[in-house]
């Protein structure tokens, strides 16, 4: 972690809070209803408009388009043998991750699954 940053740690476990990073604020609880609060209490504050917001949103889709284009060619290649970020860039093509349990191994599985489970790049 960069230093000088704040963190803010969400957690669903309270046991999680701490155990990598120190936090400065801790939120526990389920991150749909955390987030939702979260968005109320800063709702109608100064600076935090819907066109500021709207422009956070622009910055991350960029950001994560940037991300996504440097992973494109290790989820694409065709070496061999074949990458594991390949067999999961072809899986989550495969099959339909909204309607699709997929589990994993401890270990280098579960990092690679964390990357990609939610909106396959294409």
Do not use: C
């Not at 600076?47 to 996504?68: C, D, F, M, P, V």
């Not at 694409?76 to 990458?83: F, G, H, I, V």
């Amino acid at each position: 972690m960069p230093p000088g940053k704040t963190v803010i740690h969400a957690a669903l476990d309270a046991r999680d809070i701490d155990k990598d990073v120190p936090a400065d604020t801790a939120l526990v609880g389920d991150a749909k209803l955390t987030l939702e609060a979260m968005l109320a209490e800063l709702e109608g504050r100064p600076g935090l408009s819907r066109s500021t917001r709207n422009g956070a949103a622009a910055e991350i889709a960029q950001a994560k388009g940037t991300w996504l284009a440097r992973w494109l060619p290790k989820l694409t290649s065709e070496a061999t043998p074949l990458s594991p970020y390949r067999i999961l860039h072809d899986l989550m093509h495969t099959v339909d991750p909204a309607n699709v349990v997929i589990t994993h191994d401890a270990g280098s599985p579960l990092d690679q699954l964390t990357l990609f489970r939610r909106q396959p790049p294409r």
